[in-house]
């Protein structure tokens, strides 16, 4: 893959479009809402709750607007990833202590681990926790291997994991106990120099995936799955690479945060649940921006899943609790509130709905821009769609040889 040509072609469509991605819909609301084309808007106000769905699944049902089709098909195409096929199917006993997630990350990881490694001897784990990958890696590949994680705890339980099992493993297989972080750390830093060495780093959260590339530059091989882009830092940590600098796109931290979003298909319950949550936070975001102006946005946070599924008036009533807001509103007066803005709240959603369709484009923007910057360090790079999205959304692996 020509990753350069794909980010500029990206960085050119997405650009034009930055005031839906950049901003956030809620707390600019109602100027956020007026940087989408009437057009879009009246198409999805047109969609009944079947259309909705079919819309939060990247899907344009009826008659879309040309431009949201042309659009759409463009960003389709900008970030189609080919897939990794094959699984290293574990054995009953290899899986023991997995769930069904890490069971399925480790098969994949182990099948696209075999035919890139055949030179490496050592390799490392960035929070490896209780060292399963680490673990199945020596078994399987024979390597020695060392897991590093900040959680004590975790990393004691996997030593007890071995000594339970009478792993022969256990040789070969070091727990250190450390953060890996920027700068120098004499402990850390020769475990990811050699050709002979693997740098491993699956769900690297925010810079530490970034932490992990610029520790790995004189390996043999990098293997990074990114998550948490939203703990990216939108001025330090993009771009990274020297082409991606001259295409530069207006990273925000809501654009940060909407491309960690997940894109699996939704049921029609998790759907509906969706909708359910929306409406009592979009429409407590009206309340308080009516009754407490000088606050401007108030964060109403995550509530438990009863208060979203009960009456909007109970909802907003523990928010406002929380808050340490008192509103002189009667339940009836509440109730009446919600149902008076619901064709706003409505807007909003659809808003949302539309503005999730940049998500993927936006989080393969940051991955081409990481798997260049390996490209000016030297590495042959490749980027692969690993997991199953609905059991692992951030499932692109950035995957490097310099052997």
């Known amino acids: 893959m020509d990753f350069r040509a794909r980010l ?9 479009w930055s005031e839906l991605w950049s901003r956030s819909i809620l707390q600019d609301w109602p100027e956020s809402g007026a940087a989408y084309p009437d057009s879009w808007l009246s198409y999805a106000e047109s969609l009944d709750e079947t259309g909705e769905r079919r819309l939060d699944q990247g899907e344009l049902p009826g008659d879309p607007p040309a431009s949201l089709h042309t659009l759409l098909l463009a960003l389709q195409r900008l970030t189609g990833l080919p897939s990794h096929q094959g699984a290293h199917g574990l054995t009953t006993t290899e899986a023991q202590g997995l769930n069904a997630k890490k069971t399925h990350e480790i098969e994949r990881v182990l099948a696209l681990l075999a035919p890139r490694t055949r030179a490496i001897r050592q390799a490392v784990d960035i929070g490896g926790g209780v060292g399963h990958l680490a ?17 004590a705890a975790l990393q004691e339980k996997g030593r007890d994991w071995l000594r339970r099992a009478r792993s022969p493993q256990g040789d070969k297989l070091g727990f250190l106990h450390a953060s890996v972080e920027d700068g120098p750390q004499s402990e850390i830093d020769p475990l990811f120099r050699g050709r002979d060495r693997a740098s491993i780093g699956l769900h690297t959260c925010g810079p530490l995936a970034l932490t ?9 091989f990098l293997l990074n799955v990114g998550c948490c882009y939203d703990k990216l830092d939108a001025a330090r940590d993009y771009p990274v690479s020297r082409f991606g600098k001259t295409h530069r796109l207006p990273f925000t931290r809501y654009a940060l945060a909407l491309a960690t979003r997940e894109r699996h298909h939704k049921s029609e319950a998790e759907f509906a649940l969706m909708k359910q949550v929306y409406a009592h936070r979009f429409a407590f975001a009206l309340l308080s921006r009516r009754e ?10 995550d509530a438990p899943r009863a208060l979203y599924a009960g009456s909007f008036a109970v909802y907003a009533r523990n928010r406002l609790e929380r808050l340490g807001l008192e509103t002189g509103m009667t339940d009836a007066g509440l109730e009446a509130f919600e149902v008076s803005v619901r064709s706003e709240t409505r807007r909003i959603l659809l808003c949302h709905l539309l503005r999730d369709r940049f998500a993927r484009a936006l989080e393969v923007v940051l991955l081409l821009d990481r798997a260049i910057l390996l490209e000016e360090m030297g590495f042959r790079v490749e980027l692969l769609q690993v997991f199953d999205p609905r059991l692992s959304p951030r499932n692109i692996a950035l995957i490097a040889s310099n052997t």
């Open 8 to 16: 500029e072609a990206l960085a050119e469509l997405l650009g034009p």
């Open 135 to 151: 673990r199945l890696c020596v078994r399987t590949f024979d390597w020695t291997f060392h897991s590093i994680d900040r959680d």
């Open 212 to 220: 992990q590339i610029r520790k790995s530059q004189d390996a043999g």
């Open 292 to 301: 407490f102006p000088e606050r401007g946005f108030a964060r109403a946070g």
